[in-house]
């Protein structure tokens, strides 16, 4: 953050607490070059929501990276953006809902998996096995059964290979 005083823009954090109403966060800072020290103030619309991976790290939320996942889940599927986009709003809204201001990726993965289900078999069974692969194989698989049982068997269709398009 830059220095009121020389415009050095490092500091360190001396102090950091909650405002009262609990909807900002305000730095005490000290700035690196002159030593002075100036105050920040944060809104919580500016703190990120953190995804807590299967390791258990965390990582800020990413739209994009929801996104990203969903458009090559749905690559040549006839799904529009604009659905992608809702879905990635669904995500962004139960993160903002959660008290923590997180929530675990297998819970974001789970949430996609319900909507691509709905919207596209092949799409969600792209996802799936993506996905799944870090969960539950049995579990992908009888999903995977409980699928294909439930096809209307067409001439020429494709079964979907989830094998084919493991990712990473
Ligand atoms: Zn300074």
Do not use: W
């Amino acid at each position: 953050m830059l220095c009121p005083f020389c415009a050095h823009v490092e500091d360190k954090v001396v102090d950091s607490r909650e405002s009262k109403e609990g909807d900002s966060i305000r730095r005490r800072r000290e700035c690196l070059n002159c030593g002075r020290r100036f105050t920040s103030y944060e809104r919580i619309d500016e703190i990120p929501y953190m995804v807590v991976k299967k390791d258990g790290r965390r990582e800020a939320y990413d739209r994009n990276k929801v996104l990203a996942g969903l458009f090559r889940a749905c690559e040549k599927r006839p799904i529009s953006a604009a659905q992608l986009e809702s879905i990635a709003d669904q995500i962004e809204k139960v993160v903002q809902d959660s008290s923590d201001r997180e929530l675990s990726a297998s819970e974001i993965g789970k949430i996609i998996m319900r909507r691509l289900k709905a919207l596209d078999k092949v799409a969600y069974v792209r996802f799936a096995s993506v996905y799944l692969e870090f969960e539950d194989v049995t579990e992908f698989m009888s999903e995977l059964k409980n699928l294909v049982r439930s096809r209307v068997p067409r001439p020429k269709a494709k079964r979907p290979k989830p094998k084919g398009n493991r990712k990473r």
